[in-house]
């Protein structure tokens, strides 16, 4: 018999059960954070009758899906077992879709009619095989010519020595059936002459004309620029290290430019007359943060003129500013009922009538809302990830922090959900690649995942993080030491503030990030207690090796970076002092060394070096090679056999 002063230890509340049961039964498995969202992607058709947006297939990524808001009928379209990676509409009833279907091709574009529900044509070819062991394609569609539905411009590559260039595409066209035939072209209705030069993009307008190209050749980039399509192609005096063309006007001699001026602390947006070469008055500007990766976002009106909506752009969390009254109006109204989160609109129809809205927080991944302005009703979708408890997930805070030389820098500081009482938990520095990129305010599943295990995670953006002020982006794009004391400042900032346990710091990162991760354990041999670097460089004399040897395809980045950074033969010392590879003996840390064999964008012997200068100095070290990835992960299994491979190593060194 039970003693009755023993049976209250026995007698556990609902609620008791409900978190004894959430404490045994741990954090979420690192599976949950590469699930493919049930929902991705929503848009809204022209029109406004059609949303579409993604749900995951049976393969590796996601059927189409289209919700009719007039007849409430929705359908999933399998696609005869294509994998949809992405879409675009093009117009009221279709879009472009672009697919997957392995082995049998690796990327195809073709377009799907929401009213027939089916493809409707082809826009790509795929030869037989390609590097990868797969069908490559030959072509990239650009744009859609609103003067004939059939017709597309197209970016045609060199395979074989085949022509190359802009052409305009007809979905009439057929491939010749006779035997031996090259059917790689077979589309090209009409070859679209540019000037000569290596091709690094072209911008369309809003009817689908190409007006711009941007050609490189005599060490210079150049932006090319007819007003119309029966014009000639002209030189802008524009900079390309200081101007960025951020949109076409409808008013064939404006285009919006981001410029840095000499004295400007950062660039500024300008509506630039072509005929004048004049800049005009700032349109907008911020002192902090750069326009030159804002976007304006507008669309096409059935009249065929466009209507800028709003100015968007990175601040320590992006940015919406409308431009067009009703689009505010709808800001305001979507705000007001969905408070405490970040509420951005990312489609709408020509009426302006109806948005889809994504509405973040850092917790969780944004969740789609179609929003009617007419009718003042919402319809939101499901949620994306119903795995995902945000309570549990960590909030991100912006953080600022000054570096050695008065510099103030930001980042990004994600706390566990849950640390006993009274402790610091384990720092994480989690350094973003590029390093021309940046980190966001945004829902991050590797942060999660780190944070869920107990670790703090720090994301700094080091100076030339894209986005900020001259001081920050511009100036120093290319100090690469600067950029590891950058990172370093910022740890020992946080250690400061007594936000992290000082004893208990690791750093991580992939591509620059990678070599961010073996420099702070190189050159900051008693801060860190190990380091995981993915697909780093670590020898930049050997990165320049590789772009040379890639610049028959490429000479622009390869010239670029001799600009830049210098050459290894002139500038030995610099080299040296810049590539963590000359200097593995002063390392203390543990290091795991993860890489993928077809990384095309660094060599994978970067990595095998830095194994065999850790062996020779007897680092303790791990690696990690896969044989069938990128810079990057294409295949979830891999991603996750990542992911769990560094949260057993940090557990084991952290």
């Given at each position: 018999?039970?003693?009755?002063?023993l049976?209250?230890?026995?007698?556990f509340?609902?609620?008791?059960?409900?978190?004894l049961s959430s404490?045994?039964?741990?954090?979420p498995?690192?599976?949950?954070?590469i699930?493919r969202?049930?929902?991705?992607?929503?848009?809204?058709?022209?029109?406004?009758r059609?949303?579409?947006?993604?749900?995951?297939s049976?393969?590796d990524f996601?059927?189409l899906n289209?919700?009719d808001?007039?007849?409430?009928?929705s359908?999933?379209?399998?696609?005869g077992?294509?994998?949809v990676?992405?879409?675009?509409?093009?117009?009221?009833?279709?879009?472009?879709?672009?697919?997957?279907?392995?082995?049998?091709?690796?990327f195809?574009?073709?377009v799907?009619?929401?009213?027939?529900?089916?493809?409707t044509?082809?826009?790509?070819?795929?030869?037989?095989?390609g590097?990868?062991?797969?069908?490559d394609?030959?072509l990239?569609?650009?744009s859609?010519?609103?003067?004939d539905p059939n017709?597309?411009?197209a970016?045609?590559?060199d395979?074989?020595?085949d022509?190359?260039g802009l052409a305009i595409?007809?979905?009439?066209?057929?491939?010749?059936?006779?035997?031996?035939t090259?059917?790689?072209?077979?589309?090209?209705?009409?070859w679209?002459?540019?000037?000569?030069g290596?091709?690094?993009g072209a911008s369309?307008?809003k009817e689908?004309?190409?007006?711009?190209v941007m050609?490189y050749?005599d060490?210079?980039?150049k932006?090319h620029?007819r007003?119309?399509?029966?014009?000639?192609?002209?030189v802008?005096?524009?900079?390309f290290?200081n101007?960025?063309?951020?949109?076409?006007?409808?008013d064939p001699d404006?285009?919006?430019v981001?410029?840095y001026?000499?004295?400007?602390?950062?660039?500024?947006?300008?509506r630039?007359?072509?005929?004048?070469?004049d800049?005009?008055?700032?349109l907008?500007?911020d002192p902090?943060?750069s326009?030159?990766?804002?976007?304006?976002?507008?669309?096409r009106?059935?009249?065929?003129k466009?209507q800028v909506l709003a100015?968007?752009?990175e601040?320590?969390v992006?940015?919406?500013l409308?431009?067009?009254?009703?689009?505010a109006a709808a800001?305001?109204?979507?705000?007001?009922?969905?408070p405490g989160?970040?509420?951005?609109?990312?489609?709408?129809d020509?009426?302006?009538?109806?948005f889809?809205?994504?509405?973040h927080?850092s917790?969780e991944p944004?969740?789609?809302?179609?929003?009617?302005r007419?009718?003042?009703t919402?319809?939101p979708?499901?949620a994306?990830?119903?795995?995902?408890?945000?309570?549990?997930?960590?909030?991100m805070r912006?953080?600022?922090?000054p570096?050695?030389d008065g510099?103030?820098?930001e980042g990004?500081?994600?706390l566990?959900?849950?640390?006993p009482?009274g402790t610091?938990?384990?720092?994480?520095?989690?350094?973003?690649?590029?390093p021309?990129?940046?980190?966001?305010?945004?829902y991050n599943p590797?942060?999660?995942?780190?944070?869920s295990?107990?670790?703090?995670?720090?994301?700094?953006?080091?100076?030339?993080?894209?986005?900020y002020?001259?001081?920050?982006?511009?100036?120093?794009e290319?100090e690469?030491?600067?950029?590891?004391?950058?990172?370093t400042?910022g740890?020992k900032?946080?250690?400061?503030?007594?936000?992290?346990?000082?004893?208990?710091?690791?750093?991580?990162?992939?591509?620059?990030?990678g070599y961010?991760?073996v420099?702070?354990?190189?050159?900051?041999?008693d801060?860190?207690?190990?380091?995981?670097?993915?697909?780093?460089?670590?020898?930049?004399?050997?990165?320049?090796?590789?772009?040379?040897a890639d610049?028959?395809?490429?000479?622009?980045?390869?010239e670029?970076?001799?600009?830049?950074?210098?050459?290894?033969?002139?500038?030995?010392?610099?080299?040296d002092q810049?590539?963590?590879?000359?200097?593995?003996?002063?390392?203390k840390?543990?290091v795991?060394?993860?890489?993928?064999?077809?990384?095309n964008t660094v060599?994978?012997?970067?990595?095998?070096?830095?194994?065999?200068?850790l062996?020779?100095n007897?680092?303790p070290h791990?690696?990690?090679?896969?044989?069938?990835?990128?810079h990057?992960f294409i295949?979830?299994d891999?991603?996750?056999?990542?992911?769990e491979?560094?949260?057993?190593?940090?557990a084991?060194?952290l």
């Open positions: 018999m039970i003693s009755p002063s049976r209250p230890c026995f007698l509340t609902a609620a008791a059960l409900a978190l404490a045994l039964a741990g954090p498995p690192a599976s949950d954070f699930r969202a049930e929902i991705n992607k929503a848009d809204i058709s022209e029109d406004g059609y949303v579409s947006f993604l749900t995951p049976r393969k996601y059927d289209i919700f808001l007039e007849t409430k009928d359908k999933k379209f399998e696609l077992g294509d994998d990676l992405q879409y675009e509409w093009i117009d009221a009833t279709r879009m472009i879709l672009t697919t997957r279907n392995r082995p049998n091709y690796w195809r574009q073709q799907f009619d929401v009213k027939q529900g089916k493809i044509g082809n826009l790509t070819y795929t030869l037989d095989k590097a990868f062991g797969h069908a394609t030959v990239t569609v650009i859609s010519l609103r003067r017709l597309f411009t970016w045609f590559y395979f074989d020595g022509r190359s595409t007809s979905l009439q066209r057929r491939p010749n059936p006779a035997a031996g090259n059917n790689s072209r077979y589309s090209v209705k009409q679209i002459d540019i000037p000569k290596e091709f690094h369309a307008d689908g004309e190409i007006r711009v050609r050749g060490k210079e980039m932006f620029y007003p119309r399509p029966t014009d000639a192609w002209q802008l005096p524009l900079n290290d101007d960025t063309i951020l949109a076409l006007d409808d404006f285009l919006y981001a410029h001026a000499f004295d400007s602390a950062s660039s500024q947006l300008h630039y007359r072509i005929s004048t070469n800049l005009g008055p700032v907008f500007e902090v943060y326009m030159s990766d804002a976007q304006l976002m507008s669309h009106l059935p009249s065929g466009s100015l968007e752009y601040r320590d992006p940015v919406q409308p431009i067009d009254p009703a689009f800001q305001k109204e979507i705000n007001a009922k969905l989160r970040l509420n951005l609109i990312t489609g709408c020509h009426a302006l009538r109806r889809v809205v994504a509405s927080t917790r944004a969740r789609f809302v179609i929003y009617d007419a009718a003042g919402f319809l979708l499901p994306p990830s119903p795995w995902i408890n945000p309570a549990e997930m960590s909030m912006p953080v600022k922090y570096t050695r510099l103030m820098l990004y500081l994600s566990p959900a849950k640390s009482s610091k938990p384990p720092l994480v520095v989690f350094a973003h690649g590029g021309w990129a940046r980190d966001s305010w945004e590797t942060v999660q995942l780190l944070t295990r107990g670790y703090a995670v720090f994301q700094p953006n080091y100076r030339g993080s894209t986005g002020s001259r001081r920050v982006s511009k100036d120093d290319f690469f030491r600067k950029m590891h004391d950058d990172v400042d740890v900032y946080l250690v400061a503030q007594g936000l992290v346990d000082e004893k208990r710091l690791a750093i991580f990162g992939a591509s620059f990030g961010l991760a420099a702070g354990a190189v050159f900051e041999p801060l860190y207690r190990c380091a995981v670097t993915f697909a780093g460089v670590f020898d930049w004399k050997q990165l320049i090796q590789q772009r040379k610049s028959a395809d490429d000479k622009f980045n390869y670029y970076l001799l600009r830049k950074l210098g050459d290894p033969a002139t500038q030995t010392e610099r080299f810049n590539s963590p590879i000359n200097h593995v003996a002063a390392i840390a543990p795991f060394v993860i890489h993928g064999k077809v990384d060599d994978y012997r970067q990595s095998t070096r830095l194994l065999s200068e062996e020779a007897k680092v791990e690696k990690l090679f896969f044989d069938t990835e990128v990057g295949e979830r891999n991603e996750q056999k990542f992911l491979a560094v949260e057993r190593f940090l084991k060194n």
